[in-house]
């Protein structure tokens, strides 16, 4: 008779396992299920909009495009670009290696000559380096234009 008495133990064991086993399941479930919803709300904040309306982090700087001017409408006139940003002189499709620039405040700003390095072509430019204003005269060595302008370099708004 001991060996039924062992078997009744062992169903025992059996059902308390098989109710064990169902209980691991929903408990399983239960993790596997808030698994998905914390990486839904991870997915949902990452492409949430700021006060401001930008997406993604608020920490990430805001690129602006470069301020593009022609050649042919800057003579005389001021050219206000951010600290942050670049002025790109457009307009001079064959020429636009030849111009030269005569900074009067080199503080301010400098001169980025125009260049084709054979896969692509680069128009000058003038890169802000501080706060303030100054004239700028272009010239260009092989048609004999120039021109002058004021670069008025303001803070990133």
Known sequence: MSEFAEVPKLAGVAKASRRGASGRTRFARRIATSALVLAAGFALA??????GGATGSTSTPEVLPPVMVQLDEIDGTTVEVPITNVIVLQGDDTTFTAWEADIADPSVAEFTPGRDDGSAQFDPGITPLKIGETEVALNNT???DSLTFTVKVVETR
């Open 142 to 144: 092989e048609s004999g």
């Open 46 to 51: 990452a492409c949430a909009t700021d006060e």
